[in-house]
T-cell receptor
Framework: AQTVTQSQPEMSVQEAETVTLSCTYD???????LFWYKQPPSRQMILVIR??????QNATENRFSVNFQKAAKSFSLKISDSQLGDAAMYFC??????????????FGTGTRLKVLA | NAGVTQTPKFRILKIGQSMTLQCAQD?????MYWYRQDPGMGLKLIYY???????DKGEVPNGYNVSRSTTEDFPLRLELAAPSQTSVYFC????????????????FGDGTRLSIL
């Protein structure tokens, strides 16, 4: 069974600094998608970045980038120039196809990011 | 474009009461999902649907029922509320399988906070 592990329950970063959130997953599949979602205190789930497993190039979205190591099954999120608005819970998610023809998403337990002024 | 709309946002129930959490999406997504998020945890899949008239169980379906009579709506029903069902409930939707939509993420509603006393 696929699992997603976020080993850092909480992280802190100084404003304007860089922080990396870790995520590892377990799968026997070769084609899948990985996502990072942000959940601020408002509880909305906001997509931060996505990575397709068949693409070797790491995804980048402005200040957010990933380090995708397929062989190591690692998918870390790097936030550069951290801002106060980045403070939130961050969830790593793995998406896999299932036999009924749909996707299932498996979420990690989350990392709470605090940004210090 | 409203996206995914959940109602109500908050609700307090007594043990044994019943209620329906409403979810509607206006993006013509085939796939819809219900998750629960317990404090400090990630999301766990309750039920999902790949289209009108088709539903299936997720990881934690006990105590819940769903129906999907239209593409837009996917209500979640609690028949006999129990304290263990105190949680935040998220509805999500996404495009179906297929390379055309393969990199599209789930879209989430804002959640319903449910307390069973």
């Amino acid at each position: 069974a696929q699992t997603v592990t976020q080993s850092q329950p909480e992280m802190s970063v100084q404003e304007a600094e860089t922080v990396t959130l870790s995520c590892t997953y377990d799968t026997s599949e070769s084609d899948y998608y990985l996502f990072w979602y942000k959940q601020p205190p408002s509880r909305q789930m906001i997509l931060v970045i996505r990575q397709e497993a068949y693409k070797q190039q790491n995804a980048t979205e402005n200040r957010f980038s990933v380090n995708f190591q397929k062989a190591a099954k690692s998918f870390s999120l790097k936030i550069s120039d951290s801002q106060l608005g980045d403070a939130a819970m961050y969830f790593c998610a793995y998406r896999r196809d299932i036999t009924s023809g749909t996707y299932k998403y498996i979420f990690g337990t989350g990392t709470r990011l605090k940004v210090l002024a | 474009n409203a996206g995914v709309t959940q109602t109500p946002k908050f609700r307090i129930l007594k043990i044994g009461q019943s209620m329906t959490l409403q979810c509607a999406q206006d993006m013509n997504h085939n796939y819809m999902y219900w998750y629960r998020q317990d404090p400090g945890m990630g999301l766990k899949l309750i039920y999902y649907s790949v289209g009108a008239g088709i539903t299936d169980k997720g990881e934690v379906p006990n105590g819940y029922n769903v129906s999907r009579s239209t593409t837009e709506d996917f209500p979640l029903r609690l028949e006999l509320a129990a304290p263990s069902q105190t949680s935040v409930y998220f509805c999500a939707s996404s495009y179906p399988r297929g390379r055309k939509y393969s990199n599209q993420p789930q879209h989430f509603g804002d959640g319903t906070r449910l307390s069973i006393l």
